[in-house]
């Protein structure tokens, strides 16, 4: 790419941009987007004023990934997704090859697309299957089918290393022989990379409406678990580690930008509703695509900022080291928040370990696989309130 700079700051991060823009509204999901696009290219030129406007929070620091996130990146023209990476350049200290995630629907991805976005600087595909099977598909309302998926699958692999895919479980009706089914098809494309999380139901959605009215039975949290350790138990025999509850890669092919994340590295998040995070505060923007556009036209940054305390901090670090193959260091807990928090976390985690659901290897607190599935209720019960 253009200005590729080295930088003399030890301090890295990532960059978290969000393109608030879908084609239709899945019936689970409660993110934020639109589904018009008349206000696309004024969307696009406040995102990257917005970028221009923020490069000082990272004077001191260096660009290691840039993630296309939303709503659904793919749904804009390759050479806008272009212009916003170059922006990122003329703005920002980037290191020599960074990790460059879109997210993208397979209908978006067509095989003129795929030429495009592999001529781009664009090296990782993050595509939202989430299911093989048409009634899946249609009972979450995704724009795309069962066809689109297989396809975009079999021509992006012959353009791109680093793929990744979204498949769900605990769907309705869904037995376990065809979540094993969803998990056989994924593998048969030699994707290095999945990320798999459980259907929840959200306030507010249509999912959520559905239930309400009867329309559709409650979702079965035991079978969701059962699916979990499926996947976990298919995938570990094909050579992916579990690094993180929801995400399983290939040795090197861990998502650069969510392992910064899960490790406590800043990162800054660009867009209407997108969040970011400098250690010592955490900040996020209106979730409003005419007021967000409005306020960066004025030059104004339409954010909120919550400095965290201490407790905050702790209860982080916690919830997510153990989601992760990483832990909680509890050498990090007593040097970084105090011997009172250490004590504290040893005696919250003495009924767990007994309970099998966690374990202290070389003084780091992690989650068994009998505790996998269970990581972020264990980790509420370890939180401190004051």
Not at 309 to 325: F, P
């Amino acid at each position: 790419m253009k200005n590729k700079r080295s930088s003399p700051f030890g301090g890295g991060g990532g960059l978290y941009i969000h393109i608030p823009f879908c084609k239709q509204a899945c019936h689970y999901c409660d993110f934020h987007f639109s589904t018009s696009l008349g206000k696309k290219e004024a969307m696009l030129s406040a995102i990257g004023k917005e970028l221009e406007l923020r490069k000082f929070e990272f004077k001191d620091a260096i660009v290691e990934t840039i993630y296309f996130g939303g709503g659904t990146p793919s749904v804009l023209d390759t050479s806008e997704i272009n212009k916003l990476i170059e922006t990122v350049y003329g703005n920002f200290k980037v290191i020599e090859n960074p990790e460059i995630t879109l997210e993208a629907n397979p209908d978006d991805l067509t095989s003129e697309k795929l030429q495009q976005l592999h001529a781009s600087d664009i090296n990782r595909l993050s595509i939202g299957v989430q299911s093989f099977f048409e009634d899946d598909l249609k009972l979450m309302n995704r724009a795309h089918s069962s066809t689109q998926a297989h396809q975009s699958l079999k021509a992006a692999t012959t353009l791109f290393d680093n793929i990744s895919i979204d498949l769900i479980y605990g769907m309705p009706n869904m037995t376990k022989e065809l979540w094993l089914q969803n998990i056989e098809t994924a593998l048969s494309f030699n994707i290095p990379h999945i990320s798999s999380y459980a259907l929840t139901v959200e306030p507010k959605t249509a999912l959520a409406s559905f239930i309400k009215k009867g329309q559709l039975a409650p979702l079965d949290e035991e079978l969701a678990q059962e699916h979990f350790f499926i996947l976990k138990e298919r995938l570990e025999k094909e050579g992916f580690i579990g690094y993180e509850v929801s995400n399983f890669g290939k040795p090197n092919y861990f998502s650069k930008n969510n392992t910064a994340y899960w490790l406590g590295k800043k990162y800054l998040g660009i867009g209407p509703s997108a969040h970011s995070y400098n250690g010592e505060n955490r900040s996020w923007n209106i979730a409003n695509n005419p007021k967000y556009i409005q306020a960066i036209e004025k030059g104004e940054l339409p954010a909120e900022v919550e400095k965290l305390t201490i407790v905050d901090r702790y209860n982080e670090y916690v919830m997510t080291g153990l989601r992760t193959i990483w832990g909680v260091s509890l050498n990090r807990v007593a040097s970084e928040f105090g011997e009172e928090y250490y004590e504290y976390l040893v005696q919250q985690s003495k009924k767990h370990i007994d309970e099998g659901l966690l374990v202290v290897t070389q003084n780091v607190l992690l989650v068994t696989p009998k505790g996998n599935f269970l990581a972020d209720g264990i980790a509420s019960d370890l939180f401190r309130i004051t």
